[in-house]
RNA sequence: GGGGGAUUGGGGUAGCCUGGCAUCCUUCCAGCUUUGGGAGCUGGAGACCCCAGUUCAAAUCUGGGAUCCCCCA
């Protein structure tokens, strides 16, 4: 066994385990700020990838903003500030000269984004407005840090886009949305429920907010992405406003979006195995590793080596990203256990019995599973067997996602149900602050998302304080 | 926010109570040998989290700090 702790038994040393071990992230001197490793940094830049092709599709593009924002403008926008600045990093000093003016290390780029947008706007022209940025944000967080889960310092993307019209902005809001469901869902496999947030765990001066929620092992719920509608709010506080065709001068509309890094951990603790990590093709940066079986006769090694190589040829020629491991000083044994850590997807095992069949042995990383495969065709093999275990990989977790998602009528019955099945409760919600904040005392649940595609709730009394119910509400304990 | 535990070569650890030569496994380097699920032998390299204090002497005792993990809110 490649882990001393099983995900099963001990969940958080797993996973803090796991991480360091397939060599996704490691500890840095500084509190919770973790080293991105090469690993999740493939995965991360393959989510980079599919992302910008879906958004600069539909017009977006990449821009950068400053890393600070002078003190004046964080707190222009006033709930947006508040919300902030406890967990907000300061720089007072450049050198040895006190600034005039702290300035805040950006924990998301509103302020300074839009301040520059108000005067690149004054003409419907001008929109819609869409820009994304690939950063990090820093958050002073003073709670329990994990990697890629909750840090310090936060590598994400922040979408800001500018509309004409309330309409406009929610349906940039949705769309974004949905991307974020294609990358969680068909790229980490990460199974997600979408819907809106109540008003006491929505954006720091948004109108409202969407998100993804995933559900993890241990039961608690993963926020994985956010797409905002922020209205008009940020632009009164910045005069973003533009002249309409009718010449009457309007405030612009906007809307704000983010996914970090987060969502590598949902895909470690979701898909890992007592062995490590196990990476879903889509987005696994090295897909196939070639293992040749060494022989101590030296034409025995030539021939296995010789083959080898063509076929590690033949699947590079094909586009697909292989690696042949052909160090001398670790047996075969050794490089399983190793591949297996660090998640790659299929390993081809290639010995004389092979070579005799004119074939390979391919294994499956999430089964074990070992077959035989023809080297004629094997470019093809190998990129079905990806595409099948890209698939089943959701499959897994949406089945047991699914199972641990309950129905609660009342509050005896979400009590038990949270204890129980440790996953989400679904239960018809008054939509009440109150209400909310009683249940978090008695529970430590928090209301994850509110149902879109349910408005009217299945029963006409709130499970919790009995007045009239308003919407269909997710439950669960989150990190 | 509250409580508990931990920190010793690159990784994992013993030693700490009762102060004095730092244990074992793994990794790394050299060589031989081996290779279908973490092989073996020989030789070599490498460590007491940081800052003060007590002491002839501190991994060990005292105070402070840093970091990590866990549990509870």
């Not at 889960?149 to 800001?160: C, D, L, N």
């Not at 949905?178 to 819907?195: D, N, R, S």
């Amino acid at each position: 066994m490649a882990l001393e702790n099983s995900k099963e038994k001990n969940f958080s040393d797993w996973y803090a385990e796991v991480v360091q071990k397939s060599e996704m992230a490691d500890y840095s001197s500084i509190q919770g700020c973790m080293v991105v490793r090469e690993n999740a940094y493939g995965v991360w830049e393959a989510i980079q990838e599919a992302f910008n092709a879906m958004i600069k599709a539909i017009g977006h593009r990449n821009a950068l903003f400053p890393l600070f924002i002078p003190k004046s403008l964080l707190t222009k926008e006033a709930e947006h500030f508040a919300g902030f600045t406890p967990e907000v990093a300061w720089v007072t000093r450049g050198g040895d000269t006190e600034l005039s003016e702290p300035l805040a290390i950006r924990p998301t780029s509103e302020t300074i984004m839009y301040e520059s947008y108000a005067k690149w706007i004054h003409s419907h022209r001008d929109l819609p407005l869409l820009l994304n940025q690939w950063c990090t944000v820093v958050r002073w967080e003073t709670k329990a840090t994990k990697p890629f889960i909750r840090t310090r310092e936060v590598p994400w993307q922040e979408g800001h886009t500018v509309h004409a019209t309330k309409e406009e902005a929610d349906a940039e809001v949705m769309l974004i949305l949905g991307f974020y469901k294609k990358i969680l869902e068909e790229y980490l496999a990460v199974p997600v429920l979408i819907g809106k947030k109540s008003d006491g765990e929505k954006f720091a001066g948004a109108l409202y907010t969407t998100t993804c929620e995933a559900l993890m092992p241990d039961g608690k719920a993963l926020q994985s992405a956010t797409s905002h509608n922020l209205g008009q709010n940020f632009a009164k506080a910045f005069g973003i406003r533009f002249k309409d065709k009718d010449e009457t001068e309007q405030y612009a509309w906007q809307a704000s979006w983010g996914m970090s890094t987060r969502v590598i951990g949902a895909m470690i603790m979701v898909h890992g195995d007592d062995k490590g990590v196990v990476i879903p093709p889509r987005v696994a940066p090295l897909k196939v590793v070639i293992i040749p079986i060494a022989y101590s006769k030296p034409e025995d090694a030539k021939k296995v080596a010789k083959y080898c190589e063509g076929i590690y040829a033949k699947l590079k020629a094909a586009g697909i990203s292989v690696k042949l491991d052909d160090r001398d000083d670790k047996s075969a044994g050794w490089k399983y256990n190793e591949w297996e850590l660090k998640g790659v997807p299929l390993r081809l095992e290639i010995g004389l019995k092979d070579i005799e069949k004119d074939a390979v042995m391919m294994v499956r990383r999430d089964t074990g599973q070992k077959n035989s495969v023809a080297k004629e065709g094997l470019e093809k093999s190998v990129e079905d067997e990806l595409e099948k275990m890209q698939h089943q990989l959701f499959e897994k977790a949406k089945k047991s996602r699914d199972e641990r998602i309950s129905d609660a009528k009342d509050y005896g019955e979400f009590k038990k149900a949270l204890e129980d099945k440790k996953g989400f409760v679904r239960m018809s919600f008054c939509d009440e602050r109150e209400c909310e904040e009683t249940i978090n005392k008695e529970t430590t649940a928090t209301v994850r998302l509110i149902s879109f595609d349910d408005h009217k709730p299945k029963h006409k009394a709130c499970g919790h304080c009995g007045k009239p119910a308003k919407v269909t509400a997710y439950f669960a304990k989150s990190y």
